[in-house]
């Protein structure tokens, strides 16, 4: 289990209160936006995020939960709370628990005008409060409200802006003081739409302070309230305190939690003043006090991480052993913080939004059709997420790897392929040299902290670098070879390379059938239809079934150009065939194509070929890729045929990676598979066909 707290700060009782109760079995990630917050340090994983205001927060945020196998989000800070309740359900629909209470709740808990009108409303004792410095002098006046007095923020946190008037001069200008400052404060962004009424005015209440963790479970049941006396106070949290068990504060908890149905664990503030219980802070998350009540016996990590895995109440009393009488103070250790790439898991992050995707490839510039968001979206199945990894070190070298992630079926594991074609990974600032050595370390780690257990993918003959990125990463092999045509010479040239039969045929066919761009929608249907009907006559596997949305959508994007080829009978203006291609970086790929059973004798598809060898030339491209053979063989039929158009062959390689071999095997043994193939992963062999490639005719 993997607990993600969020603008983790100082709070490193937390993070190691999380860890003792996972012991081993899980991880605590820590995010926050300043690289140097202490509780990152205690965190077993630490990564740096945006301001919770920035646009890209959230969704960093879920790429985080994606990337490590979050199973629940803990928010630390008050801001942030309306945040992340109002995008709570975008998480769980994911099988994220967020531990937040409801957007009405915090809303409750973050403004103090609603804070005192609900403790109102339920029949509690509360300060006088006012809204306006007007309305605080006419109870002054009026004999209402005294001195000394508490000037606070409406929306406030942290106990930012919080002032103590003992006379009017002080009152008159320390509201007055308030109000220009407060908009200069992490405050400023809340309060900015009522700043007329955003500073509260309150009566000080004098008695014996306690800080309470008032405590539901994750369904908003009441669980208990475990109450510290306050005995001395620090920058506005408990410095000092006595665990305390009072059957009245209990008996106010409860009714509490009962009418707001919070979630988890919330902190209050209460003073006891003359035998009466006043209630004046309501903050739905762990406080600052919440070491006391560990300490004194409650052990509410534990508890959460229970709840997490579904056990009732009745079962967990065990972790609940709160005694009163417990006194602990708070005091300042100092940590050492390393430089952020000592402890920062900073190396790999998962992209798998199509704005960050686009922006990394635009970064490495270098890639094919195969490497785009836009085809990883239309390729993968319902089963499939699409995954970038970017890798990027302190001497600017940048990879990419672009993956489909698969939960393992009645599994805790995952494995990665990759789409159908010529992926691998894509670099920036790789030379010759490149030492591998710390990226394969980094990619090891990675892969086990997301409990992968295997990873596929074919390599692209035209991208450079991808051998030497992979070296000694699993194992490398080739699979065959793909016919390269060498568009960068002149087209005499290259027509001198193709055989004379060839050059003789096409010629031949070019005075009976002409070559035309499939422009119209009936173009593309009935594109979709020769290429289903080439199909059914090979007895195609079902991989190569793409559904007629593929063939519409593959076109519909500005970061490559897709295209289709018709012949058409000159007599008769039918068309007999069609090949589809798709242009990238001056990378041109032989992706799709069919022909008509009727026309088959005529073989277009040599015209189509050619036809486009022509036009991508004369565009200035640079490579024109045909393929290979049936599952990358080059000893094939088709791989004869694609090599009567060149002699340029490019070796064709395959990526396979055990990251566990002991899950691996046992995997594999379940299967009750114990024939040796090349099939990989073997454990998948019944029903994945990853290892086919496309087939071309």
Request: hydrophobic share 35%; net charge neutral.
């Amino acid at each position: 289990m993997n607990i993600l707290f969020t603008c983790a700060g100082r709070r490193n009782y937390l993070i190691n209160y999380f860890k003792e109760a996972l012991n081993g079995n899980g991880h605590v990630i820590a995010v926050d936006q300043d690289l140097l917050a202490p509780a990152l340090v205690d965190a077993d994983i630490a990564v740096q995020v945006p301001d919770i205001y920035d646009e890209s927060y959230i969704p960093k945020l879920i790429e985080i939960t994606k990337t490590y196998a979050v199973n629940a989000v803990i928010s630390l800070n008050d801001l942030e709370l309306p945040i992340l309740s109002k995008n709570k359900s975008i998480f769980e629909k994911k099988g994220v628990k967020v531990i937040i209470s409801d957007e009405n709740v915090i809303d409750i808990g973050f403004d103090k005008l609603r804070t005192f009108n609900f403790i109102k409303d339920l029949g509690l004792n509360t300060p006088k409060t006012y809204t306006s410095l007007d309305s605080a002098l006419q109870a002054i006046h009026d004999g209402h409200l005294e001195f000394p007095l508490v000037l606070k923020p409406r929306w406030g946190s942290a106990s930012i802006g919080i002032e103590f008037p003992e006379c009017m001069a002080e009152l008159e200008l320390s509201y007055k003081l308030q109000k220009i400052k407060l908009e200069k404060t992490i405050l400023g962004e809340v309060s900015k739409h009522d700043i007329e009424h955003s500073i509260l005015i309150q009566e000080k209440l004098n008695g014996k302070e306690y800080g309470l963790d008032v405590v539901n479970d994750l369904d908003g049941n009441y669980f208990g309230t475990f109450a510290r006396e306050k005995l001395s106070m620090r920058s506005g949290e408990t410095d000092k305190a006595m665990s305390v068990i009072d059957e009245n504060i209990e008996k106010l908890g409860e009714k509490l939690a009962k009418a707001l149905k919070h979630i988890g664990s919330m902190d209050c503030d209460a003073f006891l003043v003359n035998g009466t219980l006043y209630l004046l802070e309501l903050n739905p998350r762990f406080g600052g006090g919440y070491p006391f009540s560990h300490e004194a016996g409650v052990n509410l990590a534990t508890i959460y991480i229970e709840w997490l895995k579904g056990e009732k109440n009745e079962n967990i009393l065990k972790y609940n052993n709160y005694k009163p009488g417990l006194i602990f103070s708070k005091c300042d250790r100092l940590m050492k913080i390393n430089k952020p790439e000592s402890y920062f898991d900073n190396s790999f992050e998962a992209i798998t939004s199509q704005k960050d995707w686009l922006n990394f490839l635009k970064e490495v510039g270098n890639y094919d059709f195969y490497h785009t968001y836009h085809y990883h979206s239309i390729s993968k199945s319902d089963k499939e997420m699409p995954v970038l990894l970017k890798y990027k070190d302190h001497d600017g070298i940048l990879i990419g790897i672009p993956l489909l992630v698969r939960n393992i079926p009645n599994t805790q594991y995952k494995d990665a392929t990759c789409v159908y074609g010529y992926p691998g990974p894509i670099s920036k600032n790789i030379t010759d040299g490149f030492d591998n050595s710390r990226f394969k370390k980094e990619l090891i780690k990675y892969f086990k902290k997301n409990n992968m257990v295997s990873v596929f993918s074919r390599l692209n003959p035209y991208i450079e670098n991808q051998r030497h990125i992979l070296n000694n990463i699993g194992c490398l092999t080739k699979q065959g070879q793909v016919v390269n045509i060498n568009i960068q010479l002149d087209l005499e040239t290259q027509k001198g390379k193709i055989q004379n039969r060839l050059k003789t045929y096409i010629n031949k066919t070019r005075k009976n059938y002409s070559v035309r761009f499939a422009i119209a929608q009936e173009d593309i249907q009935e594109f979709i239809d020769i290429y289903y009907e080439n199909m059914d006559r090979v007895g195609a596997k079902k991989l190569y079934y793409f559904d007629e949305c593929y063939f519409h959508e593959i076109g519909n994007t500005h970061v490559f150009k897709s295209e289709i080829l018709l012949a058409i009978d000159n007599e008769t203006g039918t068309i007999i065939s069609g090949s589809q291609f798709i242009t990238t970086n001056g990378i041109v790929q032989y992706h799709l194509s069919g022909t008509k059973n009727s026309y088959l004798h005529l073989n277009p598809t040599k015209l189509l070929i050619d036809e486009m060898r022509i036009i991508a030339t004369q565009r200035g491209q640079k490579y024109f890729n045909l393929g290979g053979g049936l599952g990358g063989r080059d000893d094939d039929s088709l791989f004869h045929f694609k090599s009567l158009f060149s002699k340029d062959f490019k070796d064709f390689n395959l990526w396979k990676l055990i990251v566990n071999q002991d899950v691996y095997d046992d995997l594999v043994a379940k299967k009750g598979i114990n024939k040796k193939t090349d099939y990989f992963p073997l454990y998948r062999i019944i029903d994945d066909l990853n290892d086919n490639l496309n087939i071309n005719v």
